[in-house]
């Protein structure tokens, strides 16, 4: 059995369509609040190298804790940033899914999560 880390947030809608995708397709995950509990320092060091073109992917930028953040997501060190998204689990995109603790992926794209579960 895979294993899957499924960092959601109970009233994102796009984490509730991801988890019954998941669900749909017999895949078992375990489930984490992200807000109670941000992933570790070891899946955002891994999430900010697989999406090192652009950092800010990392976060989400449609959530009104990111709005009212008034900071330049470029400016900031590696460090900066993952203290950050530790200090708030509303700052990470989600959902927050970790596949066989070396894979990080962002949002949810059926699409991109059938070529990852195949």
Not at 20 to 35: A, C, G, H, P, S
Request: charged letters at 30%.
């Amino acid at each position: 059995m895979k294993k899957i880390i499924f960092y959601s947030y109970l009233k994102c809608s796009t984490c509730r369509k991801a988890a019954k995708w998941l669900k749909n397709k017999d895949y078992e995950f375990q489930l984490i609040d992200i807000v109670k509990e941000p992933p570790h320092v070891n899946y955002l060091n891994l999430a900010l190298d697989e999406y090192s073109d652009d950092k800010k992917r990392v976060f989400n930028t449609r959530g009104k804790a990111f709005k009212n953040l008034n900071i330049d997501i470029y400016g900031l060190s590696r460090q900066e940033i993952i203290q950050l998204l530790l200090s708030d689990g509303k700052l990470i995109k989600r959902p927050f899914l970790i596949y066989e603790g070396k894979k990080v992926i962002l949002g949810f794209n059926e699409i991109e999560y059938a070529k990852q579960f195949i």
